[in-house]
């Protein structure tokens, strides 16, 4: 893995030191230049992506931002919730690309239990991290299962799903630079573990499994990855794939 672990505060060297064993790389006491690392502050595990000579971060915090607005306003999730169904039941949801749990969290508000998988072990440790964080504030988290590994394999070994959930990556669009600038943190996470991001493979494989249910989550006006779809949900931008 091209990725270093810095060493920018000695009151978080056992943290640190749990981090780079988990994903093999070498710990430094001097910032890195012109390479990826990750390291702890007083807010918790962050990435710096400075391949490039142009310095970038990511951290993942539940309670603020984005993620924390959505949790505020939950009741406007209204796709979301349309995609689900009108039920009163507890849906066991497996999210199959996980990236930040950004719906997955949404999911679990809505008091359903969620398997998230996530391929990457550097967005794994930045998530999970953000999970023990939030924790003491978020007591739906108790309802979620975070693994690492491949998707396709975990679920195989997995029973009793009712919903599948697939948020492959967007293209870059110009217009929104915000999600453009974590996607573009998020590929160059993928290139630094050699990880493909191309997802849509990932959605296909799981039309061929066994399943009660596959939530394919796409851009509005993008191309159908498989002709058999049961319904769609559409909102302005962004679209839900239903397979039955």
Same mark, same amino acid.
């Given at each position: 893995?091209?990725?270093?672990?810095?060493?920018?505060?000695?009151?978080?060297?056992?943290?640190?030191?749990?981090?780079?064993?988990?994903?093999?790389?070498?710990?430094?006491?001097?910032?890195?230049?012109?390479?990826?690392?990750?390291?702890?502050?007083?807010?918790?595990?962050?990435?710096?992506?400075?391949?490039?000579?142009?310095?970038?971060?990511?951290?993942?915090?539940?309670?603020?931002?984005?993620?924390?607005?959505?949790?505020?306003?939950?009741?406007?999730?209204?796709?979301?919730?349309?995609?689900? *169904?009108?039920?009163?039941? @507890?849906? +066991? #949801?497996? %999210?199959?690309?996980?990236?930040?749990? =950004?719906?997955?969290?949404?999911? &679990?508000?809505?008091?359903?239990?969620?398997?998230?998988?996530?391929?990457?072990?550097?967005?794994?440790?930045?998530?999970?991290?953000?999970?023990?964080?939030?924790?003491?504030?978020?007591?739906?988290?108790?309802?979620?299962?975070?693994?690492?590994?491949?998707?396709?394999?975990?679920?195989?070994?997995?029973?009793?799903?009712?919903?599948?959930?697939?948020?492959?990556?967007?293209?870059?669009?110009?217009?929104?630079?915000?999600?453009? *600038?974590?996607?573009?943190? @998020?590929? +160059? #996470?993928? %290139?630094?573990?050699?990880?493909?991001? =191309?997802?849509?493979?990932?959605? &296909?494989?799981?039309?061929?499994?066994?399943?009660?249910?596959?939530?394919?989550?796409?851009?509005?006006?993008?191309?159908?990855?498989?002709?058999?779809?049961?319904?769609?949900?559409?909102?302005?931008?962004?679209?839900?794939?239903?397979?039955?």
């Amino acid at each position: 893995m091209r990725c270093l672990a810095y060493l920018e505060d000695s009151d978080y060297k056992e943290a640190l030191g749990q981090a780079a064993d988990y994903l093999q790389i070498k710990i430094v006491q001097s910032r890195p230049k012109e390479t990826s690392f990750i390291s702890y502050n007083s807010k918790g595990l962050y990435f710096v992506d400075d391949s490039n000579k142009t310095s970038k971060s990511l951290y993942i915090d539940f309670l603020s931002g984005s993620l924390g607005w959505r949790l505020k306003r939950v009741e406007h999730e209204k796709l979301l919730k349309k995609t689900l *169904g009108k039920t009163k039941s @507890i849906f +066991n #949801i497996f %999210d199959a690309t996980a990236g930040f749990l =950004s719906d997955s969290l949404i999911f &679990l508000s809505l008091g359903h239990k969620v398997i998230a998988c996530e391929q990457s072990k550097l967005l794994y440790i930045l998530v999970k991290d953000a999970c023990q964080r939030a924790k003491s504030e978020l007591p739906f988290l108790e309802n979620l299962t975070f693994l690492q590994g491949d998707s396709l394999d975990i679920y195989k070994d997995i029973k009793d799903i009712d919903v599948i959930y697939l948020d492959p990556m967007y293209p870059v669009l110009k217009k929104n630079s915000l999600r453009a *600038g974590n996607l573009n943190l @998020i590929r +160059n #996470i993928l %290139d630094i573990e050699d990880i493909s991001d =191309s997802q849509d493979s990932v959605a &296909l494989e799981f039309l061929k499994s066994e399943y009660k249910k596959i939530i394919l989550k796409r851009p509005i006006k993008a191309q159908k990855i498989c002709s058999n779809i049961n319904y769609q949900i559409k909102g302005k931008s962004t679209r839900f794939d239903v397979y039955i």
